[in-house]
C-alpha cells in the first residue's frame, strides 16, 4: 500500500515557475514508476511526466517537453515536477500515480495509487 500527498501547487503569473512535490509512504518507494498527470474542469485527466523505479527513464507529453523535469529521491521517498515557462494552458489539478509493474507508464490505467491532486492555476 502506498499513499500519496501532492504539495506545492499556486498561482503563478505565465512564464513563471513552480515545483510539486509528491511525498510517498511506505518502504517500497523506490519499486515504483511515478507519474504526474493533470486534470482541467471538464477535460480528462491527461498524462504529464513520468519516472521509472532507478529514475534514469523519464518520459513526458509533448506539450510540456523541454519546460517539465520529472525527478526522484528515493531516500526521500518523494517525486518531483519541476515546471518552468508556465502557460495558461498548464492550469489544471495536479496528480501523481504510482506504479508498481511497468517500466514508466504513460496510460491512467496502469497506475495503481493515485494522490489528492494540488492545484496549479497560471494566470495570463
Known amino acids: 500500500q502506498v499513499q500519496l500527498v501532492e504539495s506545492g501547487g499556486g498561482l503563478v503569473q505565465a512564464g513563471g515557475s513552480l515545483r510539486l512535490s509528491c511525498a510517498a509512504s511506505?518502504?517500497?518507494?523506490?519499486?515504483?514508476?511515478m507519474g504526474w498527470f493533470r486534470q482541467d474542469s471538464g477535460k480528462e485527466r491527461e498524462f504529464v511526466a513520468v519516472?521509472?523505479?532507478?529514475?534514469?527513464?523519464?518520459r513526458y507529453a509533448d506539450s510540456v517537453k523541454g519546460r517539465f523535469t520529472i525527478s526522484r529521491d528515493n531516500a526521500k521517498n518523494t517525486v518531483y515536477l519541476q515546471m518552468n515557462s508556465l502557460k495558461p494552458e498548464d492550469t489544471a489539478v495536479y496528480y501523481c500515480?504510482?506504479?508498481?509493474?511497468?517500466?514508466?507508464?504513460?496510460?491512467?490505467?496502469?497506475?495503481?495509487?493515485w494522490g489528492q491532486g494540488t492545484q496549479v492555476t497560471v494566470s495570463s
Open positions: 519516472i521509472n523505479w532507478s529514475g534514469d527513464t523519464t
Open positions: 500515480a504510482a506504479d508498481n509493474v511497468g517500466p514508466a507508464p504513460t496510460v491512467i490505467y496502469e497506475y495503481d495509487y
Open positions: 511506505g518502504r517500497t518507494f523506490s519499486r515504483y514508476a
